[in-house]
């Protein structure tokens, strides 16, 4: 099956520092990935939908220059959180679409665990 | 729409007996539905999925229900196992070219010996 693996998995950084998340396509290509974040008990909230090659789509509420996305690839997408506070730890998922797979197959990575002290 | 963060409902069964868990969509449009299985500190887990033209569709212990008259889906899982312990989500996916998916809340299933 394919695989999406996150880098890395687990982060501890200072508060006003920032961090970058990777997401790759192992053994497939993908058009668009997808990132998500998840709180404590709660469900995926979609954060963002990112384009190879092209600016990323924001939802309502993500605010763009504090979650900085660059799809350079068709398998890598990374996140970026800008000067990090306590609030924005969390649980970060991305998933990826197959480009040679039905529209709508998305494949999850393994997460990323972010806490800002 | 957007799922709305919330406390996970639970569900306890014992070992061996059949779960069911529901979900309510939101979207009439949406035509296809999947459900994920998520073990704490994981990515959600690929389980099984259904297109809207069916209502039914069965894997190995699995089995997912979708009623669009009142937008609601079930997973049947047969003869639970500890392993089956974790939380399980269902999505949906409305038509359009983004494809996103919209995850409902979430149960968390925790299976008694």
């Known amino acids: 099956g394919a695989v999406v693996s996150q880098h890395p998995s687990r982060v501890i950084c200072k508060s006003g520092t920032s961090v970058k998340i990777e997401c790759r396509s192992l053994d497939f290509q993908a058009t668009t990935m997808f990132w998500y974040r998840q709180f404590p008990k709660q469900s995926l909230m979609l954060m963002a939908t990112?384009?190879?090659?092209?600016?990323?789509?924001?939802e309502q509420g993500v605010e763009k220059d504090k979650f900085l996305i660059n799809h350079a690839s068709l398998t890598l997408s990374t996140l970026t959180v800008t000067s990090a506070h306590p609030e924005d730890s969390s649980f970060y998922i991305c998933s990826a679409r197959n480009l040679a797979g039905r529209t709508y197959e998305q494949y999850f990575g393994p997460g990323t665990r972010l806490t800002v002290t | 729409g957007e799922s709305v963060g919330l406390h996970l409902p639970t569900l306890s069964v014992q070992e061996g007996d059949n779960s069911i868990i529901n979900c309510a969509y939101s979207?009439?449009?949406?035509?296809?539905f999947i459900w994920y299985k998520q073990e704490s500190g994981k990515g959600p887990q690929f389980i099984i999925d259904i297109r809207s033209n069916m209502d039914k569709r069965q894997g190995q212990r699995v089995t997912v229900l979708l009623n669009k008259t009142v937008k609601h889906l079930s997973l049947q899982i047969a003869a639970t196992q500890p392993g089956d312990s974790a939380v399980y989500f269902c999505a949906e996916n409305p038509p359009g070219s983004a494809r996103q998916l919209t995850f409902g809340s979430g149960t968390q299933l925790t299976v008694l010996p």
């Open positions: 979207n009439s449009a949406s035509d296809y």
């Open positions: 990112s384009n190879e090659g092209s600016k990323a789509t924001y």
